[in-house]
């Protein structure tokens, strides 16, 4: 079965800190790589796409080690805003093309 | 913002009847995806309905259905309902006209489906 997996925290961490989320896949075919926010009761937003050369959004940083299967999210200077769900999420790329596959998320707190 | 309508926002049922979810997306765009977001399961993927056809299926049971339209909105309908269907019910679109899936998705708002 082709999963993404994430630490569902939560990471509970004051403002201003630096704090890092992992996310493995196991789709070795998998070819677009994204995190999505989701605020409590909310619909997922597009955070930010997840490139082989790493990309940089202001305090957003994205990783993907194809090698690993892993991907990562970086997020500098925290701020209360950030206090959501970060969703790694991956394409089904060669089984089932057509949907996306979801990670349980990792529920982020930022506390003044 | 997201250019996908869902209705209703809310909907409650009994254990046994049947539910009908609707979505929208923004004109030109033929494709629409469902999911359901359960207590603790994260987004699972349900159905993908392109040009009026379904595409793909995700590992529900049949009693989970759905169609698309002419103008490309679509219904979910999810029959004998049970407990555990109790959910967020997204829909979602691509990002551009003629997207073959895949890629990143803007979601509605969503329709919690309570049931008791």
């Known amino acids: 079965r082709k999963e993404v997996e994430q630490d569902p925290g939560p990471f509970n961490v004051p403002e201003g800190a630096t704090v890092a989320f992992n996310c493995t896949y196991s789709?070795?075919?998998?070819?677009?790589f994204f995190w999505y926010r989701q605020d409590c009761r909310k619909e997922p937003k597009l955070l930010m796409s997840?490139?082989?050369s790493g990309n940089e959004d202001g305090r957003f940083t994205a990783q993907l080690n194809r090698a690993s299967q892993y991907i990562s999210l970086l997020i500098r200077d925290s701020k209360l805003s950030d206090s959501a769900t970060y969703l790694c999420?991956?394409?089904?790329?060669?089984?089932?093309?057509?949907?996306?596959?979801f990670g349980k998320g990792t529920k982020l707190s930022v506390k003044p | 913002e997201a250019g996908v309508t869902q209705s209703p926002t809310h909907l409650i049922k009994t254990r046994g009847q049947q539910a009908t979810l609707r979505c929208s997306p923004i004109?030109?765009?033929?494709?629409v995806y469902w999911y359901q977001q359960a207590l603790g399961l994260g987004l699972q993927f349900l159905l993908w309905?392109?040009?009026?056809?379904?595409?793909n299926r995700g590992n529900f049971p049949p009693r989970f259905s759905g169609r698309q339209f002419p103008n490309y909105s679509s219904e979910l309908n999810v029959n004998a309902l049970e407990l555990e269907d109790s959910a967020l019910y997204l829909c979602?679109?691509?990002?551009?006209?003629?997207?073959?899936?895949?890629?990143?998705?803007?979601f509605g708002q969503g329709t919690r489906l309570t049931v008791v």
């Open positions: 999420v991956v394409n089904d790329y060669g089984g089932s093309q057509g949907n996306l596959i």
């Open positions: 789709n070795s075919a998998s070819q677009s």
């Open positions: 997840v490139y082989s």
């Open positions: 004109s030109g765009h033929t494709s």
């Open positions: 309905y392109d040009e009026g056809e379904e595409r």
């Open positions: 979602a679109r691509d990002p551009w006209t003629g997207g073959s899936g895949g890629t990143e998705a803007f």
